[in-house]
């Protein structure tokens, strides 16, 4: 009996261990080392939200950003429809005052998730592409929303 109590506890342990390595790989995000986005850069695509901080959007989420060259910055903050003005120079990024939107409601989790979206907005010092990724940092150089090219654009 104690032999079996002994093997179930060095499982258990293993097994604890395991989760806790797989949960710290999942979360790491690769280290920003990248230079400031250019204004060609941003206005290239139409850019699909990928991440919240260090969290993932909802799946399938509508989570869009589209940087114009006359300053306007407009997408989808996942239900609704934003729209803004921004200022992009010398590595600086800023949207001037807090972006307009349209007021539907949406399931619970995409209106939190808007909510973030549009919180991360306001927040944003400059941003940066690096491997395809635009990244958009605060001020104390984190990580506030990662997007990718929307391929269905």
Known sequence: MKL??????CLWALLAA?????AQRATSLPPILSEPASSAE???VV?????????????NSPARIQFSDNGKVNGNASCNRFFGEYEHAQGKLRL?????????????H????????????????????KA????????ADRVLLRAVPDQSS
């Open 4 to 9: 079996l109590n002994a093997l179930l506890i």
């Open 18 to 22: 395991g989760c806790q390595a797989e």
């Open 42 to 44: 941003l206005q290239a």
């Open 47 to 59: 850019w699909r939200v990928t991440r919240i901080g260090d969290s993932p959007v909802v799946q």
């Open 96 to 108: 001037l005052g807090p972006p307009g939107a349209t007021k539907m409601m949406c399931l619970p």
């Open 110 to 129: 995409l209106m939190t998730q808007e909510t973030q979206v549009l919180e991360s907005l306001i927040q944003v010092d400059r941003a940066e592409v």
């Open 132 to 139: 395809g990724q635009l990244l958009l940092l605060d001020e």
